[in-house]
């Protein structure tokens, strides 16, 4: 129930914010709460990608996306995910979550998110979605033109190219 919660809070504060660009780091002020922990009594490990959606609707809605998504029945899946776990999140303790486009290439989109305490990375996850139309793939071209993106992609980093394969 709590994660629905979290849900509205952040699309309603989504809606208040700044607009951002396509490529802009988005960030969210989250605490970690008791339906968070695992049995070591720290932020379960599934938990992170299900904080990590909420940063991408935060970012969906802050760049725009969200209306094109409605305007063209587009739809995200995500194909894979990859997390590193440096430093526990202890219980009630206060983070950031960052969440930025890094590129895309013909097929897929890639995303970091980092959850931040200060300046100290606790964890950092890696992820590559697509968009859908029925069932039809969305070209990543025409996903970053929709965006008022003409351009191609930053270069992405292979390391993570090749750690989301």
Known sequence: MNLIFRL?????????????????????????????????????????????????VDLTIRSGLWRVMRANRWYPVVGSARMVFRRPLDPFQAYELTTRVAGWD??????????????MVHARGVLKALFLKGREKVPSAELARALGHDGPSPDLDPEMVAALD
């Open 106 to 119: 013909g097929k897929w989109v890639y995303m970091e998110q980092r959850f931040v305490v200060g300046e």
């Open 8 to 56: 509205i809070w952040i699309v309603l504060a989504a809606f208040r914010k700044p607009a951002t660009g396509v490529f802009d780091e988005t960030r969210i002020c989250l605490r970690v709460l008791p339906n968070d922990l695992d049995t070591n009594i720290h932020m379960n490990n599934g938990r992170y990608l299900t904080i990590m959606d909420l940063g991408r």
